[in-house]
């Protein structure tokens, strides 16, 4: 289905799962960190090798059932997927970044991307290879590093620079800075879309965070989850 028509570059906890779900609601087959729950033959090492040997990924392969790309490990790549796709559109999910700090302590820092201790076998572990996935490209791994996280100044600084880098590196009219308050009009206007007749999704709360966290995991490693 590649190439991708959509690159979302914005952070984690920005309303990206609100966003793919709208972007999927307007035809666009989204791929986002859930994914890797929803979608088996995704292998997060993939994704991980990417990152670190970014000339020899293959984009094509990687996003080869999708069109659009929203949410980690996308936004670590958003440079090279647009260079890679240059007629590709780029949407930046921008939220306050005292309420994303907080977002972001409450569901994917410190535990979600914390990689599984003692002796595991990457190759025969799919929530180890999923979880060093996550770890490693959320934030250059610093989720997953509670010393560094906890600087709540750091991370927003890091949070608002890289906003800003989005905004000087892509062409503005390729460009959409969109907050989760804007909803369809805005969305469908950059897309040249229709309006749809239903509300503007507004999904992934904290607590429904965490509870598809343990399922996706559960799955992963074939079993059912603990009520």
């Known amino acids: 289905m590649a190439p991708l028509e959509i690159i979302g ?9 609100s966003l793919r779900t709208a972007l999927n609601m307007l035809g666009y087959k989204t791929h986002h960190m859930k994914s890797f729950g929803e979608d088996l033959s995704l292998d997060p090492d993939d ?3 990417a990152y670190l040997h970014r000339d020899e990924a293959n984009w094509e392969k990687m996003y080869e059932n999708y069109n659009a790309a929203v949410d980690w490990p996308t936004t670590s ?4 997927l647009y260079a890679k796709y240059p007629d590709a559109k780029v949407i930046l999910t921008v939220r306050d970044a005292d309420s994303w700090y907080t977002s972001m302590l409450n569901t994917l820092a410190h535990r979600s991307h914390a990689p599984p201790k003692g002796d595991v076998d ?4 799919p929530r180890f290879k999923f979880q060093r996935m996550a770890s490693t490209v959320c934030m250059n791994g610093l989720t997953s590093k509670p010393d560094e996280f906890d600087d709540k100044e750091r991370m927003k600084k890091i949070f ?3 906003n800003e880098e989005v905004k000087r590196l892509i062409p503005a009219d390729k460009l959409l800075v969109f907050e989760l308050e804007n909803g369809w009009e805005k969305l469908c206007s950059f897309l040249g879309k229709e309006i749809p007749d239903v509300p503007y999704p507004h999904i992934n709360t904290t607590a429904q965070h965490q509870e598809y966290v343990k399922k996706m995991l559960s799955r992963q490693q074939g079993g059912k989850p603990n009520n």
């Open 160 to 162: 608002l620079d890289h």
């Open 47 to 49: 994704f991980y090798h």
């Open 122 to 125: 990457p190759t025969k572990n």
């Open 77 to 80: 790549f958003y440079k090279e």
């Open 9 to 17: 570059a914005g952070f984690g906890r920005t309303g990206t799962d």
